[in-house]
Each structure stands twice: as C-alpha cells, then as structure tokens.
C-alpha cells in the first residue's frame, strides 16, 4: 500500500472588485467607497494598498478593506476616478494580485445660479406699453453639469409692489410688460427675478432689474376755472396789464416737453389785435391797436374772447376757456346842450302869483357821451331894472349843466 501526500501550494488570488463602484462629489475625507473583494482559492487575508492613481483626480486610499477618500472630489473636474490597488495574501510564498479599479463621482447640487449681471437696468418703457412689450432679458448660469437637472434654471418673478405689472418666461428669461404703465406714478419699477435650478433641494439666487417708464403726452392741459373775467379802463395806454385773475392751466404729465405749457388768444371781431396774452406766464395786456378802446363805442364795452393753452408734446393736447373783458368807463367827455342860445317866453308880470307858483320859462336839455346822469342848475343870473323900483326892465340869467362823473364837466 502506498500513501500518497498532496501538499497545498499557494496560489495567487484571482480578482480584485469593489462592492461599490459610486461616490457622490461632495462625500468628506475619509468617506468609504466601498469594500474590496478578493478572491483567492486559499486564501482569506489580505493586505491591499493602492499603487497608483492619477494626481489630480481626487485622492483614494485603502484602510483595512475599504477603499475612502483621501482628497476632495469634484464631479464637475472629474466624473470618474481610476485607482490600482494591489492586494497580496497570507500565504507562503505570498501571492499578489494588482487591479485598476473605476469608481464613478456622482453629481450633487453644489452650484448656486449666478446671473450675468449684478443687477439688470432695462431700456426705458414707455407707459401705457401693451401687454407682451419686450423689456429686457436675465441670464443666469449653473456650474452643475450641463443638461442636468442640477443645471436647469427656472425664471420666476418674486412677489413685490410692481410684480403685477411685468412677465418672465420661466426658460429663456425675457421679460414682458403684463399691466399698465404710468409715468406719472413711477418714474421706474424695480422687480426681482430667481434663478432656481432643478436640483433636490434646489438652489436659487436673485437679482434686481430696473425698469425706467418713460413719459408720453397722455395728458391734456386744464385751467384753473372754467371762465375767467377781466376789465381795463377806455382811457389805459399800450401794455397796460389788465385785471384779471391769473390765467393758470396745469398739465398731468410727468416731463418736459409734455408738460410745457403755451397759452394763445383766439376770438371775433377786434379782440385778438386789441389783446394779448404772454405766451409763457398767461398776463394779458391791452396792445393799443388800432381802434383801441372806447366806452361810449356801439358794442365796445365788452369783448368775448377765447384763451387757448396747448402743451409743447409730441401729437400736442390742447384746452379753451372763456374770457370776458370789460372796458370800463371814463369821464372822459363834456356834457352839450342840445342849443348853443335858450330865450325864454315872455312872462307877465306877477305870473308866478296868478299861477300860484313857479311857472316853466323854458326846458332845456344836454347830452352826455359817457352816459352819466345829467344835473342842470343856474350858474350865475341878474335882473336890470327901468324906472322905479317895482318896475322890471331886464333879466338875464345862464345855466350849466354837469355829469356824475367822478371829474364833473360843464
């Protein structure tokens, strides 16, 4: 009988594998990658190390059986990293075995959006722009891999006071008028849009953007009154100013030259040459033109015009009130007796007596051209006597007559 002895030699081990073959970016120093599995037909222990890797791909090291990290990861530099361990048994002679392993670094959200610009000031809007009028486009980038999720940025408006008034297109970023714009009561509007991008939890940032209204003439002129009266002497000389309230008007723009104000006079028969009104302060004045001002002329004591004020905007707006100028009177004329000479009738004498009382002589009678109320009295008379002294030989007398005015004439 022979025995025979099989003797075990040892042999090297087969394979070398990772258990995870993943590890996201942002994993810290010393993070497990994973377990390594070597298979050997004899053996069960091992002492692995790593024997090369790429520098700047990040750093892996073996501790025991695992694989960690031994420097930052940056998916965004490196999305996989090649490191060659080698693991040698316990046997004797040892054996070893070398492999190159790949682990894959798993993308995380680890960038904020970041807009082109610290802030955006539009192209001035004008106001009352239709709905959909372009303003201006945002921009925002992510540093997170392109195409990804973690990359997509999303536009939203942040709620605010003019929020309402303005739109964005959640992909490309381009703002639109969506409400009414008033110059008058804004000079500019100033919304803030988010960059959000589609990462679990997402990331997002905000910007401000200014939006300038620029004025349009949306607004017509109006007057202080609805009417306004005036008066002059007949007798005033050239440039008199006139009485007057002042003719003021206003305008609801917001700017130059929209809310420059011009005023004008329009109207029938002599008033526009006989008057004029400063076309920036809106004083009126008499212009002494030719026939000039006269009370006591037909239709003269009142002229009927039409003040005009007319902003200085583009398609410019205009309004119109009335103006009543009254010429006022001057005692300026004589009263005239209708005769140069008045002889009275022979009266008896003792007439007044057999009348018992005064008895009418004669009836005179003046005009005056200012209109005044006529007042007659005697200025001066006498008597001349002939003979004795009951015996009346000749009476003279003369009489004036004057106006109310407040210079009387005669």
Known sequence: THTITITNVNEAPTSIVLSETSIPESAGIDAVVGTLLVSDPDSSSFACTVTAQVPDHGQLDVAGMNVVVSAGLDHEAHTEVDVTVRCVDDGSPSQELSATLRVAVTDVNDHIP????????????????????????????????????????TYTIVPGPSASLF????????????????REAHASHTIFLQASDGGSPPHATTVAVVV??????????????????ASISESAAADTPLAAAAINASDGDATAPNNQLRFSLIGDSDGPDLFAIDAQSGVLRFTGEDPGLDYERAAGTNYSLTVVVHDLGDASRNATAPLLVEVTNENDNLPIFAQPVYRPLPLSEGAAALAGGPVPVLVVSASDHDRDTIRYFLASSSIAYVGGSNQRRQRRASGSAGDDGSSNSS
Do not use: K, M
Request: with cysteine; hydrophobic share 35%.
């Open 114 to 153: 970041e807009f082109s610009q610290a802030q955006y000031v539009a192209a001035a809007c004008t106001e009352e722009s239709d709905d959909g009028t372009w303003v201006v486009r945002v921009e925002a980038t992510d540093g997170d891999p392109v195409g990804s999720a973690h990359s997509t940025i």
């Open 212 to 229: 300038p209204v620029a004025d349009i003439n949306d607004h017509t002129p109006f007057f202080s009154q609805a009417q306004y009266s």
């Open 167 to 182: 739109a964005v297109d959640d992909s490309s970023g381009n703002i639109t008028v969506a409400g009414r714009l008033d």
